[in-house]
């Protein structure tokens, strides 16, 4: 029964350990921090999706209005979801796109998914832009 017990014991120890922890609001110098180092990979997908749709490749803004991140702690990798509006030009708004990616202890980066969710119409001077 000892054994029964400890076992139990060591087996709700280590489920507790593998919980993910979610960032709090206090934690957003670690957001930024996540959301700087992902910003070239970041990038590279926005430039990925978009280079059969546009001639001109779309950036992001990583600390303004328009990219959301959300960061989930495990013990062994981080998940980071970014959801953002790629722009041209002054800041003319071409979609909305979701990113997922996992950061292992070691620091690679993986893309775990792009979901691109929404078109915005750009205006008839930007037209030119748009491959057909």
Known sequence: MRRFIGLLLAVIIFLMTIQPVFA?????????????????????????????????????TPFFNGTDIDVKYYSSHIDVQVNTIPYVGPHLDVGIDSMR???????????????????YDLPPNWQEIITH
Not at 28 to 50: D, F, G, S, W
């Open 101 to 119: 990616f996992s950061i292992d202890n070691s620091g690679s980066i993986m893309v775990q998914e792009y979901k691109h969710i929404k078109d």
């Open 24 to 60: 709090k609001q206090n934690d957003e110098p670690l957001k930024r921090l996540v959301l700087t180092l992902l910003a070239p990979k970041i990038q590279e997908q926005i430039n990925q999706y978009y280079k059969n749709k546009l001639t001109v490749s779309p950036t992001f």
